[in-house]
């Protein structure tokens, strides 16, 4: 009898809690801005905006996200954009990530690293068999590179200065020249130019040194060990007030270096998709990819070595002590350095 009574008090019960769950507000979608340049250091966002990695690491986490990629010209319209709010999360190159976390400092504007990107080695090359180390440039030599801002200038500066000495890290540097990479594999291979070396990196490292008349002479790796060549950054308001979207980003990132490492051939179909090319081919890219199959993912690399060097040199006036300063939480626990 007392069952039999029950259930209709069960059954009251069970509609009010229907109710309820009908009437708690479905949780708002969180749209996010990220922005993405041109080259394969940005291949594992071209696989989060592919294969919604973003959104479905979010949703794991219990978040409704939705990511939005923009395509920004070059480093400095980038960091603007992230400093603006133009965009929520963007690429930095760690120099560039350290100085913007230093000149805004103990405000929200201060830039935190929220993931690795890439850390595939930068390589200087050379055209003449003379040429065995930056000691056998002449003056004459012009070294070519992305950009005068790019990495590649940070890295000679310490190449030259453990090459000729102290005070000597921009004993080079009036010999740089600005050029994109596929310039400087043409002029390299063709020699009909003053340029002697270009800094690069990969696929275009791959690319002209499948040359006979190219040879590497020097690696950042030998000069500083890993160091990542793009991390994410954002403002320390964003960091602060999407910490779990932060960790959300840096676990997609995570999904698609493991991507790379498993499928290199759809990954370079992937590129090849967002970037066509008539140099650059799928078999010539899949292998590139599982040369560096471990040079992608979260875990930043290479900011002390950074810090330490700038500030030797003035570019940093108040360094940080240690690279944990410069990241957002979720990555202390990380093996970055």
């Known amino acids: ?31 996010i801005k990220i922005g993405v340049g041109f080259g394969m250091a940005f291949l594992p966002l071209y ?41 929520d999360f963007g690429p930095y190159g760690v120099a560039a990530l350290l100085i913007g976390w230093e000149k805004a400092k103990g405000t929200p504007q201060q830039t935190l690293a929220v993931a690795g990107l890439s850390n595939f080695p930068l390589v200087l090359l050379a055209d003449r068999p003379a040429i065995k180390s930056i000691r056998d440039l002449k003056p004459t030599d012009r070294i070519s590179m992305p950009s005068l801002g790019a990495p590649q200038m940070y890295v000679l500066e310490m190449a030259s200065e453990k090459a000729f000495g102290p005070g000597q890290e921009n004993r080079l540097r009036t010999q740089v020249v600005a050029l994109p990479h596929a310039e400087s594999v043409n002029a390299l291979l063709s020699g009909s130019t003053e340029i002697s070396a270009y800094f690069s990196s990969a696929p275009f490292t791959q690319l002209a040194l499948a040359s006979p008349k190219v040879h590497a002479i020097l690696s950042s790796e030998d000069v ?31 999904t698609a270096a493991e991507f790379i490492r498993s499928d290199p051939r759809k990954a370079a179909e992937i590129y090849l998709k967002y970037e066509p090319s008539k140099t650059l081919d799928v078999p010539m890219l899949a292998a590139v990819l599982r040369e560096l199959q471990d040079d ?5 690399h290479g900011v002390q070595a950074y810090a330490d060097f700038m500030a030797k040199h003035g570019q940093l006036k108040n360094p940080p002590e240690s690279w944990k300063e410069v990241v957002a939480p979720s990555l202390t626990k990380s093996p970055s350095s």
């Not at 007392?2 to 979608?29: D, E, K």
């Not at 986490?61 to 319209?77: C, E, F, M, S, V």
């Not at 964003?238 to 979207?245: A, G, L, S």
């Not at 992608?296 to 930043?300: A, D, I, K, N, T």
Request: aromatic letters at 6%; proline letters at 5%; charged letters at 20%.
């Open 296 to 300: 992608f993912g979260s875990p930043v």
């Open 224 to 254: 500083m060990g890993p160091a990542s060549l793009l991390v994410i950054g954002a403002t320390r308001h964003t960091v602060e007030t999407n910490r779990k979207i932060s960790d959300v980003l840096a676990k997609a990132i995570d």
């Open 1 to 31: 009898m007392f069952a039999y009574w029950l259930r209709p008090a069960l059954l009251c019960a069970g509609l009010f809690s229907l109710v309820a769950l009908m009437a708690t507000p479905a949780q708002a979608r969180q749209d």
């Open 47 to 87: 696989l989060c905006q592919e294969l919604n990695l973003v959104e479905k690491q979010g949703k794991e986490a219990g978040l409704d996200i939705k990511a939005n990629y923009r395509h920004l010209p070059d480093a400095g319209a980038m960091q603007d954009a992230v400093r603006s709010g133009a965009i």
